[in-house]
């Protein structure tokens, strides 16, 4: 997930996405994830949806991270 979330931060700062439509992405990613049950078949899937709510939350880090980038790159 970190890795994920990551590569989401990377995807903000080269394309500037993100703000409030993330945070909503990330919300409907957990809540999704919630309603789908845990057995075996679904296992691929909750995955996935756990690897697009660490992107979604790495988009919404970008603003942070652009802003730390800004005031001292080293």
């Not at 697009?52 to 880090?61: K, S």
């Amino acid at each position: 997930m970190l890795a994920v979330a990551a590569a989401g931060t990377l995807f903000h700062i080269q394309f500037n996405v993100g703000g409030m439509l993330s945070f909503m992405a990330s919300l409907a990613m957990i809540m999704w994830l919630a309603v789908t049950p845990q057995t075996p078949t679904n296992e691929s899937t909750r995955t996935a949806i756990v690897m697009g709510f660490a992107f979604f939350n790495g988009i919404g880090l970008g603003p942070l991270l652009n802003m730390i980038y800004d005031i001292d790159p080293a």
